[in-house]
């Protein structure tokens, strides 16, 4: 097993039982305690867990609680580029499913010259967007509000988004992982976009460069599940041969 998945399924340990000791660590990944330390160390050095005699704790919250006002000016050039790009696999008369991240909310900037067009969303800077445009009919999943990213989660929410039938989704992850598929660091956010992946015909992802070779906490779905990659490079050989191999139309934006 690799350094840094290792690490991924630490991480993913943490979540679950707060806390870790190197020699349990030691003993489930068949490798020194050593290498469970430096694991452990870079784990600290990134601000994900703090060190403790013999072991580790989690830090909780942490990549959950990044502003969004933070995250919208992120690669903000790269998303314009991505979300003009999308537009285009939107028609008039269209209905279509929006996340609430970020990249997929630029997507709201290239919406104005649709008609008759469908919005379903649990993003509240979308809804906002959108309430400006005429010509697009939206509908905002309720829910519990998660104030980071603002975007409505929970059961409420995935039992309402299950009501609709979408043509599209566009959404964003976190991050890429190779084995893994498109990941998250919230799992709330992560299973509504499972649920509107069920009510969608068509699944379009929209993820600029810096995604790939990212690893985050939650898995929201294989690529296989992925219709249509939107980004903004060119991907690295084995990226563009493990999508093609998993069915997924890669489109670079220009």
């Known amino acids: 097993m690799l350094t840094l998945e290792r690490q991924i399924f630490i991480r993913e340990i943490l979540h679950r039982e707060k806390a870790v ?23 600290e050095q990134q601000g994900l867990v ?7 704790v989690l830090i909780e919250g942490i990549n959950e609680d990044i502003p969004l006002v933070v995250r919208e000016i992120e ?27 970020t990249t997929t909310k630029e997507l709201t900037n290239f919406l104005g010259d649709k008609k008759a067009l469908t919005v379903i969303t649990n993003g509240v800077r979308a809804i906002t967007d959108l309430s ?25 929410a995935e039992t309402m988004v299950t009501t609709y ?18 990941m998250d660091y919230s799992d709330a956010e992560a299973e509504v976009r499972k649920k509107m992946m069920t009510v969608s015909q068509e699944i379009i992802l929209l993820c600029d460069h ?11 779905c294989p ?11 060119k991907l ?17 934006a220009d």
Request: aromatic share 12%; net charge positive.
């Open 21 to 43: 000791s190197i020699n349990m660590l030691s003993e489930r990944f068949a490798t020194s305690t050593a290498s469970i330390r430096r694991d452990l160390e870079k784990l």
């Open 50 to 56: 703090k060190r403790t005699y013999g072991g580790a």
């Open 75 to 101: 690669q903000k050039e790269a998303k314009q580029k991505i979300a003009r790009c999308a537009a285009r696999y939107i028609s008039d008369q269209d209905t279509i499913f929006m996340d609430s991240s």
């Open 132 to 156: 400006l445009l005429d010509s697009v009919e939206v509908y905002g999943i309720s829910g519990k509000l998660r104030k980071p990213s603002l975007s409505f989660v929970g059961n409420q």
């Open 165 to 182: 039938w979408g043509g599209k989704l566009f959404f964003s992850c976190t991050g890429m992982w190779l084995s893994h598929g498109a």
């Open 210 to 220: 810096t995604k790939f070779d990212r690893p985050a906490f939650y898995r929201i």
């Open 223 to 233: 690529f296989s599940q992925v219709h249509i990659l939107i980004t903004d490079q």
């Open 236 to 252: 690295a050989p084995q990226w563009e041969s493990l999508l093609q191999q998993s069915g997924v139309e890669i489109v670079y």
